[in-house]
T-cell receptor, first 114, second 115 residues
Framework: GESVGLHLPTLSVQEGDNSIINCAYS??????FIWYKQESGKGPQFIID?????DKRQGQRVTVLLNKTVKHLSLQIAATQPGDSAVYFC?????????????FGTGTRLQVFP | DAGVIQSPRHEVTEMGQEVTLRCKPI?????LFWYRQTMMRGLELLIY????????DSGMPEDRFSAKMPNASFSTLKIQPSEPRDSAVYFC?????????????FGPGTRLTVL
């Protein structure tokens, strides 16, 4: 049969609008989370991180919200720009004192149109 | 800082050939990670090192894959013999751990095509 690749969910927003990208993580005891941005042909680029003792963290034009009750992470981008078009990944650090692994989600493609 | 450096950026080889991918982590970082990215499987961790010592290689697909880190500024990922299904983008990342998982910084990747 024909192989299919990962189906990346896509979020299309108009330039200037706010974007919200969601992520469900797997381990309720994960204690560290990161959002990465990957542009075409490039490696993932760090955007913002948050530890489990926080609910919200703000950066420049970006905000990460953490809801541990439902194991949900979101990335909010204010005043979305064409340069924000990319695939966005959330990553979690499984709880352990002897591992530094990050488990990556499948990603969400953000498309910004004028 | 130059960031994580990977070479080559592109590699095209024939099935059965040996392939060596190279990585120079950010100076001072004591963790180094090798990932593989494909459309089918997304971003997968292959192996990671701490202070040049392999810590977890459970993601290495099979014996054809091997990784070394002879010193703090250099690591290699070798595939021998290569197969078409190894075609992917391979990323190296490094981090400086501070009381927990540290932010990983990725290189630009090596796009490998095995014919």
């Amino acid at each position: 049969g024909e192989s299919v690749g990962l189906h990346l969910p896509t979020l299309s927003v108009q330039e200037g609008d706010n974007s919200i990208i969601n992520c469900a993580y797997s381990n309720s005891a994960s204690d560290y989370f990161i959002w990465y941005k990957q542009e075409s042909g490039k490696g993932p680029q760090f955007i913002i991180d948050i530890r489990s003792n926080m609910d919200k963290r703000q950066g420049q034009r970006v905000t990460v919200l953490l809801n541990k009750t439902v194991k949900h992470l979101s990335l909010q981008i204010a005043a979305t720009q064409p340069g924000d078009s990319a695939v966005y990944f959330c990553a979690e650090n499984p709880p352990s004192y002897n591992t530094d692994k990050l488990i990556f989600g499948t990603g969400t493609r953000l498309q910004v149109f004028p | 800082d130059a960031g994580v450096i990977q070479s080559p950026r592109h590699e095209v080889t024939e099935m059965g050939q040996e392939v060596t991918l190279r990585c120079k982590p950010i100076s001072g970082h004591d963790y180094l990670f090798w990932y593989r990215q494909t459309m089918m499987r997304g971003l997968e961790l292959l192996i990671y090192f701490n202070n040049n010592v392999p810590i977890d290689d459970s993601g290495m697909p099979e014996d054809r894959f091997s990784a070394k880190m002879p010193n703090a500024s250099f690591s290699t990922l070798k595939i021998q013999p290569s197969e078409p299904r190894d075609s992917a983008v391979y990323f190296c990342a490094s981090s400086l751990r501070r009381g927990g998982a540290g932010t990983q910084y990725f290189g630009p990747g090596t796009r490998l095509t095995v014919l």
